[in-house]
């Protein structure tokens, strides 16, 4: 199925080839993106918002489910915890741009028409609760040292968090946005864009990856390793990056 996109929503947006995070945009700023899709997406994780939350990341990927990952703690115990909807809730955005035809079909006649068999199919598809979509979640120990470890990781990047020195353009890709409550603080974030290979950030990407594959499988002794490794690795990276600044 091919679309048009009339407006520049879907594929570009304040991209930043930079190896740091950046700065969260606001409601307050005048030029937050996707207002109504990142307030979706943020009430369906709510979860990850809750008191009990030392640290999370919402990941929003482009052509699958957004998803939460971080880790809470609760009666001396620290887990690793994520969730996601069955579904992409990107639909829920679409649907009204398919329905004013900032999104159109080419039609056989080589014409670009409104899409009613693939609008259709949406409403078929997404209930009009968005809460009544099914969540993947799960939930796994880890030691209180990983988890200070993890903090501190979470910690170091969020105060690092500026503004990059020019802004470029971005198309699909994920969208990572990192925050923590902090004393003293409402809460910290910063978010990146699908970071380079070369990065730190990549590393960091790289770390959240192995966070989700032990908490989806945490029994398996692989994912355990892989983590325990991530972690200190990752965490030796900031401390050389730091000792040459």
């Known amino acids: 199925m091919k679309y048009l996109l009339l407006s520049l929503l879907l594929i570009s947006g304040s991209a930043h080839s930079v190896d740091h995070l950046v700065p969260e945009e606001s409601i307050y700023s005048g030029g937050f993106y996707l207002e109504d899709y990142n307030k979706l997406v943020a009430y369906y994780l709510r979860d990850a918002y809750a008191q009990n939350v030392n640290l999370r990341v919402i990941v929003t990927p482009s052509f699958s489910p957004e998803y939460a990952l971080g880790v809470k703690h609760s009666e001396g115990r620290h887990q690793i915890f ?79 968090v500026k503004y990059p020195d020019s802004a470029s353009q971005k198309r699909d890709g994920e969208t990572y946005h990192f925050s923590m409550p902090v004393q003293g603080f409402t809460a910290m974030a910063g978010s990146a864009w699908s970071p380079k290979p070369e990065s730190t950030l990549f590393g960091l990407v790289a770390l959240t990856k192995d966070m989700r594959a032990y908490c989806l499988d945490s029994d398996n002794r692989k994912n355990k390793k892989a983590l325990m490794s991530s972690i200190a690795q990752f965490s030796q990276t900031l401390e050389t990056s730091k000792a040459k600044q």
């Open 82 to 160: 994520y969730m996601a909807p069955e579904i992409h809730l990107w639909g829920y955005q679409m649907m009204p741009m398919m329905e004013s035809g900032a999104v159109q079909t080419l039609s056989e006649d080589g014409e670009w028409t409104k899409n009613e068999d693939g609008l259709a199919e949406l409403r078929n598809l997404y209930p009009d609760d968005p809460d009544d979509i099914p969540r993947v979640y799960c939930e796994a120990d880890i030691p209180a040292q990983t988890a200070s470890s993890l903090e501190q990781i979470w910690m170091t990047l969020l105060k690092g």
